[in-house]
């Protein structure tokens, strides 16, 4: 049975978690592959709205295992606040979720070295979640990490203690004040780890392996967005992990042969978190009116996202790169009552009309062209089927699957999980 993908196609928070949860009753097993707690994936159903950062975004299913695969990075004390979030749901946690040990540990120190980095950047930061995903990434890549398979080894303690000390020093060789209590950050470590021991460690390449010859169906479930990735996203304001197609096969053990569908999410239009080049970002009403109405803030750091037109050529790379077979419009709910709407179909790149996404997207060498459509009034968060769609939407969604050249199998018309419409 091959596995599927769901994957963001911009720059993340297009509304994977939200579909993740819609999909679930479809599979047996939702693994996670890459990223950490910098992703914030939300869900809401029945009136409850939670986030989920390191869990899987299928957690409250009955049917489904879910699965943190080797390539995710776990910050075992924000581990230990999800865990804790959803005691109140009363899950069979051990159950159904499971850790892969060879998934790398955020170290109190990694969080701080990501400080110490934004920090010495100054104005050139990345805007990082400052969840120490960077460090620890570099550690994982670098052959120093640690690994919870690690936690099982009597002598963990001592690698913990020396990877720490070697932090410590790094940290003190950026000339940046850094503020920190290293007994009470390694004392809330410590107690974290305990809770995450107890929880179920397993070897996940061969669970999976034995999964599928079994005929499970599973969901590989993607962080952050393909514009994210550390090698085809905008370059280094980018996270440390492949956030595209082929990150799933190196952060779950899946053989390329193996992937099935894969689903690509996007907002109808445009947002991005952190620094970094965003060609169709909007500074005037309209991108105020975005933020407000679609409520873009992080759910990860509470920032507020920055908002744009839906870029084509951005999303036609993405589509690329992933090989997506289906795709996902979400937010179209947002963008009710806009009278005009823009979409980007070329970039102006140094005074030349290209197709493609440049090596460098930054404002003093690309201007988007753009394509300008008619807009819809009606309010879509109530709407049930295709059917209602008003004239306008069909015209956004049939000019969209034209250019992508892909079908869009679900349009989310709001943040919860019955306000889902499948074509
Ligand atoms: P993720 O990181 O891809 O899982 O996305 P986030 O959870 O960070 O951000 C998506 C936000 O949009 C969340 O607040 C969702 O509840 C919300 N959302 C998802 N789909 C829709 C939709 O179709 N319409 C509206 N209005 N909100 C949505
Ligand atoms: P989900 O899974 C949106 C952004 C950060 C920053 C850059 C690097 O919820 O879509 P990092 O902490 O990884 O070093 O930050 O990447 N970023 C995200 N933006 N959604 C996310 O995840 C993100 N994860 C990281 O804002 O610009
Ligand atoms: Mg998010």
């Not at 005691?87 to 990501?114: E, G, M, Q, V, Y």
């Not at 390449?205 to 999964?211: S, T």
């Not at 990860?300 to 993405?318: E, I, N």
């Not at 008003?390 to 943040?415: C, D, N």
Request: aromatic share 8%.
């Amino acid at each position: 049975m091959a596995v599927d993908l769901l994957l963001g196609l911009q720059w993340g928070d297009e509304g994977k978690g939200k579909i993740v949860d819609v999909l679930t009753k479809n599979y047996d097993i939702i693994a996670r592959f890459q990223g950490g707690p910098n992703a914030g994936h939300t869900l809401e159903f029945d009136g409850i709205k939670h986030v989920l950062h390191t869990i899987p975004s299928g957690i409250f299913h009955k049917n489904a295992i879910n699965v943190v695969g080797n390539g995710v990075v776990i910050d075992p004390v924000i581990f230990k606040k999800e865990i804790d979030n959803l005691k109140k749901f009363n899950l069979d946690i051990k159950t159904i979720l499971l850790i892969s040990r060879k998934a790398h540990l955020i170290l109190p120190t990694h969080r701080l070295l990501d400080a110490a980095s934004e920090a010495a950047k100054g104005k050139a930061k990345i805007g990082s979640t400052l969840k120490g995903i960077g460090p620890t990434y570099m550690d994982k890549t670098g052959r120093n990490g640690m690994r919870v398979g690690d936690l099982e080894l009597d002598d963990w303690k001592e690698k913990y203690r020396s990877l720490a000390n070697k932090h410590e020093a790094m940290i003190n060789f950026y000339d940046v004040d850094i503020q920190y209590d290293l007994a009470e950050l390694e004392a809330d470590f410590f107690m974290a780890v305990k809770v995450l021991k107890e929880l179920t460690f397993i070897d996940s390449e061969e669970y999976l392996y034995q999964a599928q010859k079994a005929g499970k169906k599973i969901l590989a479930e993607g962080a952050q967005g393909s514009l994210l990735d550390i090698d085809f996203g905008t370059y280094p304001f980018v996270t440390s992990s492949n956030t595209t197609a082929a990150g799933a096969c190196t952060g779950l053990g899946i053989a390329p042969n193996q992937i099935g569908g894969v689903k690509g999410i996007f907002k109808a239009y445009t947002t991005r978190v952190g620094s970094g080049p965003f060609p169709t970002e909007l500074f005037d009403e309209d991108g105020e009116t975005m933020g407000r109405v679609g409520n873009e803030f992080g759910a990860t750091t509470g920032r507020p996202r920055r908002c744009g037109w839906l870029d084509l050529v951005a999303l036609k790379y993405a589509v690329r790169i992933n090989g997506v077979t289906e795709l996902m419009m979400m937010k179209g709910d947002v963008l009710s009552g806009f009278k005009k709407l823009k979409v980007c179909t070329a970039y102006n790149y140094k005074g030349k009309k290209i197709e493609h996404l440049p090596f460098n997207i930054e404002a003093e060498n690309v201007t988007p062209i753009y394509t300008e459509m008619d807009g819809w009034a009606e309010d879509l968060t109530k709407m049930e089927t295709e059917a209602q769609f008003p004239k306008a939407l069909k015209e956004y969604i049939a000019f969209l699957e034209k250019e992508l050249e892909i079908p869009i199998k679900i349009v989310s018309v709001g943040p919860d999980r019955t306000q889902t419409i499948h074509r």
